[in-house]
């Protein structure tokens, strides 16, 4: 009722914007919503690297995906990086097992 339109994904200036990653081109996606911990404390965090950026989630519903997962593994590059949300961010290498 409120009008707008769905797209499965959208390309501005060969950045494609889209829900699931494909961990293929240049791309800004959520769905896994990463999750980071830091001393003891579970936070929603930023992961990207040199071709992609993976949003975090900030509600309760959607709980979040360990940055640790194998899921990034395969999508992400040795140096992704995690940025760590809160009263202050914090950059960190993308956690890995």
Request: proline content about 6%; hydrophobic content about 40%.
């Amino acid at each position: 009722d409120i009008g707008g339109t769905h797209l499965a994904e959208l390309t501005l200036a060969n950045v494609v914007f889209r829900h699931i990653s494909t961990g293929m081109g240049t791309e800004i996606s959520g769905h896994y919503h990463p999750k980071a911990q830091l001393a003891g404390r579970s936070r929603p965090c930023f992961l990207y690297d040199e071709c992609r950026l993976i949003l975090p989630a900030f509600g309760a519903y959607t709980g979040g995906l360990w940055a640790h997962d194998a899921a990034f593994g395969k999508m992400m590059s040795p140096r992704a990086r995690a940025i760590l949300t809160g009263q202050r961010c914090i950059v960190i290498p993308m956690p890995r097992r």
